[in-house]
């Protein structure tokens, strides 16, 4: 049973940080890209970011948070993670995490950034 499992999630102050993370199981991990979305209320779920099958490969970004996110995956211990640093109140959103290809999901965790 593939799970996606995420986790690091709260209420943080505009300018703040915070790093997300998301533990796989019952997939290839190592084999597979993986990606953070988000979907704010009323609107529909976006692409955050993307991480291509190696530690240390290639990454890319939404234009919104360039700069001031990182998507990083650890392929021994199966994680991917998602640093967020100079929040914004717009950031506010579930994020999920994916193994796009596989359409594989994980149920969110909620970030909500104060002003």
């Known amino acids: 049973q593939v799970q996606l499992v995420e986790s690091g999630g709260g209420l943080v102050q505009a300018g703040g940080s915070l790093r997300l993370s998301c533990v796989a199981s019952?997939?290839?991990?190592?084999?597979?890209?993986m990606a953070w979305y988000r979907q704010a209320p009323g609107k529909q779920r976006d692409l955050v970011a993307v991480?291509?099958?190696?530690?240390?490969?290639?990454?890319n970004y939404a234009d919104s948070v360039k700069g001031r996110f990182t998507i990083s995956r650890d392929n021994a211990k199966n994680t991917l993670y998602l640093q967020m640093n100079s929040l914004k109140p717009e950031d506010t959103a579930v994020y999920y995490c994916?193994?796009?290809?596989?359409?594989?999901w994980g149920r969110g965790t909620q970030v909500t950034v104060s002003s």
């Open positions: 991480a291509t099958i190696t530690s240390g490969g290639t990454t």
């Open positions: 994916t193994a796009p290809a596989r359409n594989y």
């Open positions: 019952g997939i290839t991990f190592r084999l597979n890209t």
